[in-house]
Nanobody, 125 residues
């Protein structure tokens, strides 16, 4: 399994932007599908976005489509989540996740076996 370390969270006003990063180490970066999930207080962890390892196919949750962009940089072994137009309902702990060479790109927690520790994103109104 790989090790994942998120960074880039913080406090931002509604309408603002943040970019989250997830540094990946311990195995071949290019062999991993990567994803972002989030969990707000009192809520279940939910899917945000995912990017595949072999065809760069991308999925987004409907709630973030058009506002968030997931990407990966193989030269830096890093996954990103660019978040624009942030709203208070985006407030959550954001987690990056990875799965080695899946047959299909997943959007459920059980589709990913490696997780970061999370980074807090707070959006004020």
């Amino acid at each position: 399994q790989v090790q994942l370390v998120e960074s880039g969270g913080g406090l931002v006003q509604a309408g603002g932007s943040l970019r989250l990063s997830c540094a990946v180490s311990g195995d071949t970066f290019s062999r991993y599908a990567l994803a972002w999930f989030r969990q707000a207080p009192g809520n279940k962890r939910e899917f945000v976005a995912a990017i595949n390892w072999n065809d760069n196919n991308i999925y987004y949750a409907d709630s973030v489509k058009g506002r968030f962009t997931i990407s990966r940089d193989s030269a830096k072994n890093t996954e990103y989540l660019q978040m624009n137009g942030l709203q208070p309902e985006d407030t959550a702990v954001y987690y990056c996740a990875a799965e080695r060479a899946p047959i299909t790109l997943g959007y459920e927690q059980d589709d990913y076996s490696s997780w970061g520790q999370g980074t807090q994103v707070t959006v004020s109104s």
